[in-house]
């Protein structure tokens, strides 16, 4: 039996992932308007347009992977800003309160720094947002490494988005749901390893999947 045919004593559930957005009302023409809302706005519209912007951008280059930096270059056409938004590792604070807290000291550092207050462009204005998401068992399960692989590139990319993504917001340290399945059932800390290395937060999920399974096949060498 060859390594990625180990089976485990207890198999990887696979969850489908499921919801709606919902539109808050709250608009923001320019630059101050969107710092006054994310400082008074309820948690879930942060952890929405920080967390869920992948769930919207699946496919294709992924520059911007939060709302806000998406926006800033988009709607502002600021590069400097869209690039300071999208550098926060927010996956890596766990409490929304200081995502909100590190969102709001980029807004209000940049406000600071300039002499007038950026605009969006007509008909560009960020609209806040919600979400409504569960997670719900689905049959798709995996025993060993090849079935894992062969699962994850068939599964809906909303579910490799809570099994990757939430994963982290939902545990404890730097690690997915895959990552755990492999060091604590099969034993298998290298492979585990080389998926906690992914700058995931980069990726479009279309590509994260394909470097998944990459890194999953026999007789990949890094």
Same mark, same amino acid.
């Given at each position: 039996?060859? &390594? #990625?045919?180990?089976?485990?004593?207890?198999?990887?559930?696979?969850?489908?992932?499921?919801?709606?957005?919902?539109?808050?009302? *709250?608009?923001?023409?320019?630059?101050?308007?969107?710092?006054?809302?994310?400082?008074?706005?309820?948690? +879930?519209?942060?952890?929405?347009?920080? =967390?869920?912007? $992948?769930?919207?951008?699946?496919?294709?280059? *992924?520059?911007?992977?939060?709302?806000?930096?998406?926006?800033?270059?988009? $709607?502002?056409?600021?590069?400097?800003?869209? +690039?300071?938004?999208?550098?926060?590792?927010?996956?890596?604070?766990?409490?929304?309160?200081?995502?909100? $807290?590190?969102?709001?000291?980029?807004?209000?550092?940049?406000?600071?720094?300039?002499?007038?207050?950026? *605009? &969006?462009? !007509?008909? =560009?204005?960020?609209?806040?947002?919600?979400?409504?998401?569960?997670?719900?068992? #689905?049959?798709?399960?995996?025993?060993?490494?090849?079935?894992?692989?062969? &699962?994850?590139? +068939?599964?809906?990319?909303?579910?490799?988005?809570?099994?990757?993504?939430? &994963?982290r917001l939902r545990g404890q340290g730097d690690e997915d749901d895959f990552s755990r399945w492999l060091r604590d059932e099969l034993r298998r800390e290298d492979l585990a390893e080389r998926l906690r290395r992914i700058d995931f937060y980069l990726f479009s999920?279309?590509?994260?999947?394909?470097?998944?399974?990459?890194?999953?096949? !026999?007789?990949?060498? +890094?």
């Amino acid at each position: 039996m060859t &390594a #990625s045919e180990m089976r485990a004593t207890e198999p990887f559930l696979f969850a489908d992932y499921e919801g709606l957005v919902v539109a808050t009302g *709250w608009d923001a023409r320019n630059l101050r308007e969107l710092t006054e809302i994310v400082r008074r706005a309820p948690g +879930e519209v942060i952890h929405h347009h920080m =967390f869920r912007a $992948a769930l919207e951008h699946r496919y294709g280059t *992924w520059d911007h992977p939060n709302d806000f930096g998406a926006w800033a270059a988009n $709607a502002l056409g600021d590069p400097v800003l869209a +690039e300071k938004l999208s550098s926060l590792d927010l996956f890596r604070r766990g409490d929304i309160e200081d995502t909100r $807290a590190a969102v709001i000291e980029v807004l209000e550092e940049h406000l600071d720094a300039v002499s007038t207050v950026p *605009w &969006a462009r !007509p008909g =560009f204005g960020f609209h806040f947002a919600s979400g409504i998401y569960f997670a719900l068992p #689905s049959q798709r399960e995996a025993w060993t490494v090849d079935e894992l692989r062969q &699962a994850i590139a +068939e599964i809906p990319l909303s579910s490799l988005y809570f099994h990757f993504h939430e &994963a982290r917001l939902r545990g404890q340290g730097d690690e997915d749901d895959f990552s755990r399945w492999l060091r604590d059932e099969l034993r298998r800390e290298d492979l585990a390893e080389r998926l906690r290395r992914i700058d995931f937060y980069l990726f479009s999920l279309e590509e994260l999947r394909q470097r998944i399974v990459t890194l999953l096949t !026999p007789g990949f060498s +890094e």
